[in-house]
């Protein structure tokens, strides 16, 4: 038996490890990768076709990331910068401290070849999806996992698939796209089940405004970690967990610690949450860091995203509209693909009622906006400005609770929750009239006192001074807007003490159905106009409000003492008030009054 050639034992154990490979084609890997780092037009063909997780070897699949960063950045491209890249991340090791890079680069193919060796790695990259599926169904057919389960793994497995197909992956992902009517029309897209706390859907991207009074990220990450924790959030039933990733370049992590134990969490408490405090990824307004995202929401599992907050992710100045269609473009449109929600927390601009900060077209590609106002005391409000579904409530009322124990905030007593339901008659249904300092407030209490829709702002500010209810001017004018918009106009009988003297009944020259128990007929009034019924006297210029702390005050209140400026008689109180200073018959536009003490003139 000398003449039989005997194996080496190791060469066949490598052949095995070569052989149970998963599939993939190293070659057209390896020439993709060197055409790309001379072209961007290669890369660009290139990612028409596949994506970074195609790319089977993770060195190639770096490479393909960097190049991806440079064409972002609009940056020349050649072997030597995407290796000075490399090197800068301090990564050059996983490329064979360079040489890879040398020896890919050596060759160059023209684009549309390079586009041809992609399809090639579609193909094989899908192979090696239905492998590792295949491996999955395997193994849980040995877990003995029953029917439904494996159905449910199948479907799964077949709708990712489909998914990939139509949303631009593969040599037929132009032609994927087109709809397919029968399945579009019997897909009930109505019957969205809005994720917890009902402020999105799944899948959906939002973005959460408000200035660094309001606490955005404590009310976000409280949020957050109930749903992942499977519990329930403002008036919501617990529903299953979520996977959650959020992304903190915010908060530093003594402060995350400290907030998320006094929410309830800590050790073995924080369910399907992972958090990143200040991860180095890229700027997620460029290839490369909407690569970095999705490589850590595939790590992750995640679902939901959160950015908080979006302008530290960013490398584009904020003021500019292609700052935020490249973070589109880049990373929100990839999660989109994929279903996976987000979450970006942004700041107020100076102009808070012109909502964030920066470029208009950073509200263009959300679902909804919503801003998150604190009106002190632990209240706070959160209104959605932007909604492209109109799905789910648009106003919530929120109280902020609290419990310390020294200096230390008491685990498990932070929580955001629904405030007191609104006053019976308020149809607003958002519990915002149940918080001091709103303008559902001021509106639902000028209601209660029976202060007619029509009521200008002298005597809206008269109301509030005799309910001691302390108003800006702006939150008075907003309320009286609203109440005007109604159309339904009071009178005289309604609320009396609110107009001035009335003229007598059938006085010559009025209308008698003013006078005769008739409806005044209904007026809509535009915004800002004035909605005062006809025959009342024009009010004066009403004094400034006593501002106080905050911006708040109330209207200059008048007794017994005001003096008319003429007679110095006592005024009427009501009148005063409303901002007269003089008594109607002292009036000098009317030529009758007396003359003034002191003075030796006569007035006819």
């Not at 007679?567 to 030529?591: F, I, K, Q, V």
Request: aromatic content about 6%; hydrophobic content about 35%.
């Amino acid at each position: 038996m000398d003449n039989v050639r005997r194996f080496n034992p190791r060469d066949m154990a490598d052949d095995d490890a070569l052989n149970s490979a998963p599939p993939h084609d190293g070659e057209a890997e390896d020439l993709v990768t060197g055409a790309i780092m001379h072209s961007a037009q290669a890369y660009a063909e290139c990612a028409e076709v596949i994506d970074r997780d195609d790319i089977y070897r993770p060195a190639n699949r770096l490479i393909w990331d960097v190049v991806g960063g440079l064409v972002a950045k609009g940056d020349q491209l050649h072997p030597v910068l995407v290796r000075a890249e490399i090197e800068k991340l301090g990564r050059l090791r996983e490329v064979d401290n360079g040489y890879l890079i040398d020896r890919l680069g050596a060759d160059y193919l023209p684009a549309p070849m390079a586009a041809k060796f992609a399809e090639r790695i579609y193909e094989t990259a899908r192979q090696r999806r239905f492998d590792e599926h295949s491996t999955a169904l395997k193994a849980a057919v040995l877990r003995k996992a029953d029917s439904s389960e494996l159905a449910e793994m199948v479907a799964a497995f077949q709708q990712a698939e489909t998914l990939r197909e139509s949303t631009g992956h593969g040599p037929a992902h132009l032609v994927g796209a087109l709809l397919d009517w029968d399945d579009f029309f019997a897909t009930d897209f109505g019957a969205v089940q809005l994720l917890l706390g009902k402020l999105m859907g799944p899948g959906q991207q939002i973005t959460v405004v408000g200035d660094g009074k309001a606490g955005k990220s404590l009310f976000v990450q409280e949020w957050m970690w109930r749903m992942a924790t499977g519990q329930g959030f403002l008036g919501d039933k617990a529903t299953a967990p979520v996977r959650i990733l959020y992304l903190d370049a915010e908060n530093g992590q003594e402060q995350v610690q400290e907030r998320f134990l006094s929410f309830g969490g800590g050790h073995g408490r924080m369910g399907e949450l992972r958090y990143a405090s200040f991860p180095p990824v890229r700027p997620l307004d460029t290839a490369g860091g909407g690569a970095d995202l999705l490589a850590l929401v595939k790590h992750t599992g995640a679902e939901l995203v959160v950015i908080d907050t979006v302008s530290r992710f960013i490398s584009g100045p904020e003021n500019d509209a292609d700052t935020w269609l490249s973070l589109y473009r880049h990373t929100l449109l990839p999660l989109k693909r994929e279903r996976v929600g987000s979450i970006r927390l942004d700041h107020f601009g100076k102009d808070k009622e012109r909502g964030g900060r920066g470029s208009s077209a950073k509200t263009q590609d959300v679902d909804h906006v919503w801003e998150l106002s604190a009106q002190g005391g632990g209240s706070l409000t959160l209104k959605r400005t932007h909604t492209r579904t109109g799905i789910g409530p648009d106003y919530f009322a929120l109280l902020r609770r609290a419990r310390r124990d020294g200096d230390n905030w008491l685990p498990g007593g932070t929580r955001h929750v629904l405030a007191a339901p609104d006053p019976d008659g308020v149809p607003s249904g958002t519990g915002l009239a149940a918080i001091p300092g709103t303008v559902e407030h001021l509106v639902a209490a000028l209601d209660r006192a029976g202060l007619p829709n029509d009521a200008g702002n002298p005597r809206t500010i008269a109301a509030l001074t005799d309910l001691k209810i302390p108003a800006s001017k702006q939150k008075i004018a907003e309320a009286v807007r609203l109440r005007k918009n109604r159309g339904n106009l009071g009178s005289p009988e309604t609320f009396p003490r609110t107009f001035p003297e009335a003229p007598p009944r059938d006085s010559p020259g009025d209308s008698p159905d003013i006078h005769r128990g008739k409806a005044n007929p209904q007026v809509k009034h535009s915004p800002g106009t004035s909605g005062e019924p006809g025959g009342t006297p024009t009010f004066p210029p009403f004094p400034p409000s006593k501002e106080g702390e905050g911006g708040e005050g109330t209207a200059e209140t008048s007794g017994e003492s005001r003096l008319c400026d003429v007679c110095e008689r006592p005024l009427n109180p009501d009148w005063a008030a409303r901002g007269y200073t003089t008594h109607l018959g002292c009036d000098p536009a009317t030529g009758s009054h007396p003359n003034a003490p002191g003075s030796t003139t006569t007035h006819a």
